[in-house]
């Protein structure tokens, strides 16, 4: 730790704050230094604002996070965010003078330039992403998770991952993640790591997650292998020639020094579960907007049932057949809530907003402060924007649980390990 009572945290893509939130919950160990959150295209920076109001302009960049110096980023010991998927690439440059670029300049790259340049390197990442990461691009299945491990390996980084679903530990929402740490080989906790690294199998059940989150092997060993190649081969070679839809990674994982060891894993949780009908506000509390009018049910019910039918395109003019399984409607009150996107809010008709059934027979939307119940915010996070935005930010938002209880772990460990 750097000063052995706390730890130094960057976060990045940081949104309304949801890994600070988590972290200081999980300990006051945790000490956020700067933060960074920019959302290109917009004039209102509605989510900075939102953070800067909670936690305070000091510290805080609303600056787009390519146009900042790694020297103005001050030396931290933990970074982390939840970055924007997009393609995680590289290719080779015409002069060859860097090595790579990226064909998009995407986000992962700016994490990878901050660790590049930092002398001091945070001894810790805790990062997070939709779970499709393992299985991208569709074309070579797993490519963009192999380097991202990849580069982190070369810049000294044990990785360990879950892909873990909130409401498999008992919180609100079914909202499926992967979440990964990077552990430094520099750290008390990386040293270990690289000097076990012939013991894959005993670390994957032993790592962080594995406590945070414990969870049952679902075959006798795990697949074991290594990326090879600099960054643009990884990106040329990985997984080309495979079965169409095949990734090598499982759910659960850990890679040191470019070896990986993976297995799928199912949750073991004995714990209480949060329901739907738990987070919802009285009725008397909920304005009338929105409840949906008698003459708009047909219409929801419509979009939230199963299809098989002929469709036409307009351009075209060829028609096809589509099809589409029932959702629940209303939503059930006694179990997590499906996972909220971001066109959660206004009151058109969809087929994915959550509807619920109140005790006198209406049917009702969500409101601002129920969604922030489903991420686990505290009432009222994201007030002083319109309805519309405050639920596009919790689209957009994680489960902050799942953050406290990775980090209540993390947080021992690195005590332990230094102490």
């Not at 949801?18 to 956020?32: C, T, Y």
């Not at 270990?192 to 199998?201: D, G, I, K, P, T």
């Not at 032993?206 to 945070?212: C, D, K, N, S, Y």
Request: aromatic share 8%.
């Amino acid at each position: 730790m750097a000063s052995r009572d706390h730890l130094n945290v960057v976060e990045l893509f940081a949104g309304v704050g949801g890994f600070r939130i988590g972290l200081e919950r999980a300990s006051d160990k945790f000490r956020v230094v700067w933060s960074n959150q920019w959302e290109p295209g917009r004039k209102k920076q509605d989510a900075s604002e939102i953070y800067a109001a909670r936690f305070g302009l000091q510290g805080h960049s609303n600056q787009d996070i390519a146009t900042v110096a790694t020297r103005d980023i001050p030396d931290h010991d933990l970074l982390v965010g939840g970055f924007p998927c997009q393609d995680y690439s590289v290719a080779r440059t015409l002069n060859q003078a860097a090595g790579l670029t990226g064909r998009k300049g995407v986000l992962w790259w700016e994490i990878h330039r901050i660790l590049k340049e930092k002398r001091n390197k945070p001894g810790y990442l805790l990062l997070e992403n939709v779970d499709r990461l393992l299985k991208s691009p569709a074309t070579q299945r797993g490519r963009d998770f192999a380097v991202m491990l990849a580069s982190l390996a070369d810049l000294g980084y044990a990785v360990e991952w879950r892909v873990v679903n909130a409401a498999d530990y008992g919180m609100p929402q079914r909202r499926r993640r992967i979440f990964f740490l990077g552990i430094h080989r520099s750290t008390p906790m990386g040293n270990r790591l690289y000097n076990q690294a012939n013991n894959l199998e005993r670390l994957l059940a032993t790592g962080v997650f594995a406590e945070a989150f414990p969870a049952q092997p679902q075959q006798p060993r795990p697949d074991l292998f290594t990326i090879h190649g600099d960054l643009a081969e990884v990106t040329e070679r990985f997984n080309t020639g495979t079965a169409a839809g095949s990734t090598p990674f499982s759910n659960a994982g850990l890679m040191v020094d470019r070896r990986i060891c993976t297995v799928p894993v199912q949750p073991l949780y004995t714990g209480p579960f949060t329901a739907l009908g738990a987070v919802l506000q009285p009725v008397a509390d909920v304005p009338e907007a929105y409840f949906i009018p008698p003459g708009q049910e047909s219409r929801w019910q419509y979009l939230k049932g199963g299809k098989r039918e002929t469709r036409t395109n307009k351009a075209t003019g060829f028609a096809y057949q589509y099809s589409e399984g029932a959702l629940s409607f209303p939503d059930p009150l006694d179990r997590p809530a499906r996972t909220i996107i971001t066109a959660e809010g206004g009151p058109t008709p969809s087929r994915f907003k959550h509807v619920v059934r109140t005790a006198d027979g209406r049917l009702r939307r969500l409101t601002p402060v129920e969604l922030e119940r489903l991420n686990m915010f505290a009432d009222g996070h994201t007030a002083g924007v319109a309805p519309g935005r405050r639920a596009f930010l919790m689209g957009n938002a994680l489960v902050t649980g799942i953050v406290e209880k990775a980090a209540a772990v993390l947080v021992s460990r690195v005590g332990a390990a230094e102490g």
